[in-house]
Structure formats: C-alpha cells, structure tokens
C-alpha cells in the first residue's frame, strides 16, 4: 500500500503555535487576530505558504485567530496550505491529558478544527504523538473517511519514529507525506544518534537509529519544529549559558557577518544543508524575526561542510568521535 509522497521538503513552514494569546481560557480578541493577521503578511513576505497549526495550541485560540484572518480576507485561502494535528488531549479536572488516536476522536478533532479555521478542509493532518492503544485499521478508517469527505487532503506524522510509522503505513491507503520532529543545532539528538555507534557519548541520545533513513527513503517530508533553538544563538541568551552556548552564538555572528544574512538565516540554513532536506518550523509571532529568517535556503544552498561541521563541533562543545 506504501507509495513515496510527492510533498515539497527543504522549505520554510510557519508555525502558528505562538497565535491567540495566552493557553488558558478560550477568549481572544481584536489584538490577537491583528497579531495573526501580521505574522501571516510577514510568513508570506518570505514565500512561506505552509502553516502549521495543532488542535490545542493555545487551547483552539491559534486555530480561531487564524481562522478569523482568513474570513476577512478573501481569495487567502486558495494562497496557503493549512496543515493541523490532533492525538493529544489536553488535561482537564479530574482526568490527566492523554493521547487518543481512536476513530471517534480523530473525526470529531478534525470537524473542530475545521470550524475554528473556517475552512472546509486542511490540506495536510498530522498524528501529533504516538498512542499506545492506536489501532492502525481504526486510524486507516477515519482517515480514509476524512478523506472521502473531502475534509482532508494528505496524512502525516508527528514525534514518530521509522518503525512506527512503518507499522502505521501498512494500513492506510494513502501514503505518509510528513514526520514532524524537534530537531535544531541545540537539539540535536536526531544527528548524534547517527555517528555515536559504538560510543559511549551514545547513551546521551534516545533518538531511534534509522528514523531519518526511513524517512528519506519513503520521500516523507522532516518538519523541524524547534528550529530557532528558542534563540539560544542569536540573542535570547539561555538562562545558564553553557561554554558550547557561548561558542556557538559567536560563530552564528561571525558567519552572519561574513556572509551578510541574519544569525537566524544561518541557524535555519544548517538545519537544511543536512541532505534529508529538512524543512524548519518558524514558531516566533513577531514579524521581525520571521522576516529574518528569508535567506536561509540561499545560506543552505553556498554554506561549505566546513562551515557546517564547525557550528556543529561547537554546539556540541567537544570533538566528534
């Protein structure tokens, strides 16, 4: 049933996490569908036309504002492509948050969302985390009904490693065009797991070996969220730097400097030199920052192994092995 997806990767996607104001509650107001509407303008500016949204970021607000923006501005929905999640269910009194990849839960998540966003379909729907007790002929049939009904275009995953989504795909009817996963030059368990065989620095590391090589070998798409490092290294100083933090952000500046980009060009531009063609989640809401960020496939595309494997020896603080 397996079949290579054709999704773009190696581009720039836009997080709308950060949209809707605060976690708690359910009310929004005029400022916070402005703040929305200004980082959409800003994500586009840059040729962005992904965006990324989950069902309970911010407790279905960042779905609503955007949602909001889209119904008073025609002709933008047939600009962008949305892409949304659920599988996790927040924690209410009384009952701890949990995961649910049951059919019921699926669909009645996905009319959720489709109404905060006013939309009638997303192009794109993500399994935001493993469930233990998914049942893969259950998610394969809510799927395919979503897809019947014209609710939903193309499945992905998030937070899964290669022999899950393996397990998963064997029953579904469409292929899996996306795995959604923390990956940074902070984060970086995803790359050190892959030279770390036969090292003791292994331990360090729980990413599952293989993940990526599946990934790549399926033609699914790796969305990098994370990707900023929260602005560990260009400066949002952490609140105990490190030897390897304070390393780190001089080389971002200095090849900032050099090669006349933002240090969040050069950050993003790393991430996608890697040859699985990563693409990097933008999640800051200040258009600032997102337009900061428009070079980062032309740094990826001119940045030498040189340049590369040094910002990595230097987040690392230590030599390879």
């Not at 899996?176 to 368990?189: C, D, K, P, Y």
């Not at 290294?233 to 933090?245: C, H, I, K, L, R």
């Not at 060009?265 to 989640?281: N, Q, T």
Request: net charge negative; hydrophobic share 40%.
């Amino acid at each position: 049933m397996t079949a290579k997806s054709k999704i773009a990767s190696g581009r720039l996607i836009y997080g709308c996490m950060g949209l809707g104001g605060p976690w708690e509650g359910s009310e929004y107001g005029a400022a916070e569908v402005d703040q929305a509407a200004a980082a959409i303008e800003a994500a586009m500016g840059i040729g962005i036309d992904l965006f990324d949204h989950a069902d309970i970021y911010r407790s279905g607000k960042s779905e609503a504002v955007f949602g909001e923006v889209l119904a008073r501005t025609p002709g933008l929905r047939e600009k962008i492509q949305l892409q949304t999640k659920c599988g996790i269910r927040l924690g209410q009194p009384g009952v701890e948050g949990h995961y649910d990849l049951s059919k019921d839960s699926i669909l009645e998540r996905v009319n959720g969302s489709l109404e905060r966003l006013r939309t009638d379909y997303v192009d794109v729907l993500l399994l935001h985390r493993p469930d233990p007790l998914m049942e893969p002929a259950e998610v394969a049939s809510a799927v395919g009904q979503l897809i019947a009904e014209g609710k939903v275009r193309q499945l992905g995953v998030s937070n899964m490693f290669g022999a899950q989504i393996a397990f998963l795909q064997d029953q579904l009817e469409v292929p899996i065009v996306a795995n959604q996963l923390e990956m940074s030059l902070h984060r970086r368990a995803w790359l050190e797991s892959t030279v770390l065989v036969n090292h003791d620095d292994a331990l360090g590391y729980s990413f599952p070996h293989g993940t990526l090589e599946h990934c790549v070998g399926q033609g699914i798409e790796l969305q990098a969220y994370g990707s900023l490092a929260q602005g560990r290294y260009t400066g949002s100083t952490p609140v105990f730097p490190t030897a390897a933090d304070t390393a780190t952000s001089a080389l971002v500046a200095q090849l900032s400097d050099a090669k006349g980009v933002t240090p969040e060009a050069v950050l993003l531009g790393w991430l996608m030199k890697h040859p699985a063609r990563i693409s990097p989640v933008l999640g800051s809401s200040n258009p600032a920052r997102i337009a900061a960020c428009a070079d980062a496939a032309a740094v990826a595309a001119a940045m030498t192994r040189t340049e590369w494997y040094g910002l990595w020896v230097a987040a690392r603080g230590s030599k390879l092995p």
